[in-house]
């Protein structure tokens, strides 16, 4: 069975400076898909970014980035000129190239302080 | 606009009570989920249905029930069963050709509170 580890349960960083959320899983799975979701204290889950395991590329928008390490198994993200928007707690998710359900770290609470 | 609704918000349940919770999409997906979400959790899968008439278990079904009689609407009802049902609860919808769209969209979830 696929996990998903997220080790920082709180993280914190000055406005304007970059942070990173760490996050490792594991599988047996060759073709998969990886992403990190931001729940803001609304508590609505929104899609931040996601990487498919067969592109090499590390995935991009705007602030957002991911180090992708398929063979260390570490989906990082990083965060530039961080907004006190920022602020919210983050999700790691994996989810089979076949569909299905979604697998969740237990995820990272972002502090962004002014 | 297209997206998935959920109501109510907040529910309040006695014990012993059934409750059922609504969820709502117009964005033509196939592929419905509910999760459960605790404290210092992150989320886990309720049950899911992939087509109209049919629906699987996920990983913590038990005290839970669905159905799905069309594919815009996938309620959730928390039984009398349910040991500990006090907890926030999101709907998510998703395609399920996921070579071209492999996420999964949500709710705004709904807070269940068992008196």
């Known amino acids: 069975a696929q996990t998903v580890t997220q080790s920082q349960p709180e993280m914190s960083v000055q406005e304007a400076e970059t942070v990173t959320l760490s996050c490792t899983y594991d599988t047996s799975e060759s073709d998969y898909y990886l992403f990190w979701y931001k729940q803001p204290p609304s508590r609505q889950m929104i899609l931040v970014i996601r990487q498919e395991a067969y592109k090499q590329q590390n995935a991009t928008e705007n602030r957002f980035s991911v180090n992708f390490q398929k063979a260390a198994k570490s989906f990082s993200l990083k965060i530039s000129d961080s907004q006190l928007g920022d602020a919210a707690m983050y999700f790691c998710?994996?989810?089979?190239?076949?569909?299905?359900?979604?697998?969740f770290g237990q995820g990272t609470e972002l502090s962004v302080k002014p | 606009d297209g997206g998935i609704t959920q109501s109510p918000k907040y529910l309040f349940r006695k014990e012993g009570q059934n409750v059922t919770l609504s969820c709502e999409q117009n964005l033509n997906h196939d592929a419905m989920y509910w999760y459960r979400q605790d404290p210092g959790q992150g989320l886990r899968l309720i049950y899911y249905s992939q087509i109209v008439n049919d629906f699987q278990k996920g990983d913590i079904a038990e005290g839970y029930s669905v159905s799905r009689e069309k594919k815009e609407s996938f309620p959730l009802t928390v039984t009398s069963a349910q040991k500990n049902p006090t907890a926030f609860y999101l709907c998510?919808?998703?395609?399920?050709?996921?070579?071209?769209?492999?996420?999964?969209?949500f709710g705004p979830g709904t807070r269940l509170t068992v008196l």
């Open positions: 998510a919808s998703s395609t399920v050709r996921t070579q071209t769209t492999p996420e999964q969209f």
């Open positions: 998710a994996y989810r089979s190239h076949q569909g299905g359900k979604l697998i």
